[in-house]
């Protein structure tokens, strides 16, 4: 029997429509799901990200001339045993603080992380850096509109190379 | 494929402190492969977000620097036992993960 024949639109019309609906479907519901997860999440800072530099960090973030501050605490080992893997724990005692952010300063994208809170949330947190070789981690925190900064050297006997 | 977030809880004072596992290879697009020589393509995730009771609590943006199946901490504070923690990820394949976790009572409290 010739399969062609049996399948054109002509003698077959209910299972083209069939096939049309279903796909459809298949489209809206993909659609639907892309859509709530734009919704949630703030477009990812690309310019900081992708900077290779401290002061392209800081223009990314919009941060000029942030001033040092001793009400950021930043714990970080002095020296690391296995730059793929560095604690990094932040802490903020300036009032208002809105946004923290990480950054390495001689690893190739500079920029770790970057975190903003909600009223009344403790700034406070820790995660785990790729370091490439000893530098400094800086922070930065953004607080009533302005900018302050912290920094600590961080030794690193067996860099990340992927970092 | 199972979510790939884990989510655990632990009093820490006053606080609640919840600590957020990714399993996630976070490549940075600049290494090679050992065998084959060629680029390992970019692969990590760029955003992180928890909330409390459908309230948004924090929102963080993340590169290539974190490390290989990274971990995060945070402590939040008038955390009660039933409340419902939720945690949301993004990366830069446009692949979203989530996990949610239900606060116990903590003994010793």
Known sequence: MDRDVIDTPVLRPKRRQFLRTGRNLLIAACCSLVEPLRAFAADWNKPAFDARGWEGVLKGLNASSPAVSKDILLKAPAIAEDGADVPVTVASRIPNTQMIAVAVEKNTFPLAASFTFANGVEPEFTIYIKMKRTARVRVLVQADGKHYLTSREVKVTSGSCSA | ?109
Not at chain 2, 36 to 49: R, Y
Not at chain 2, 51 to 63: A, C, D, M, P, S
Not at chain 2, 88 to 101: L, W
């Open chain 2, 1 to 109: 494929m199972s979510e790939p977030i884990t989510l655990s809880l632990q009093p820490k004072n006053e606080l609640v402190e919840i600590v957020v596992q990714v399993l996630h290879p976070m490549e940075a697009g600049e290494a090679l492969h050992p065998k084959t020589g060629k680029a390992v393509p970019a692969d990590f995730l760029q955003t992180i977000a928890i909330q409390l009771n459908e309230k948004t609590l924090l929102e963080g943006q993340t590169g290539s620097v974190l490390a290989k199946n990274p971990v995060f901490r945070f402590s939040f504070k008038g955390v009660k036992a039933g409340d419902k923690f939720y945690v949301a990820c993004t990366d830069s394949k446009g692949r979203k993960f989530e996990q949610g976790i239900v606060v116990p009572v903590f003994k010793n409290q």
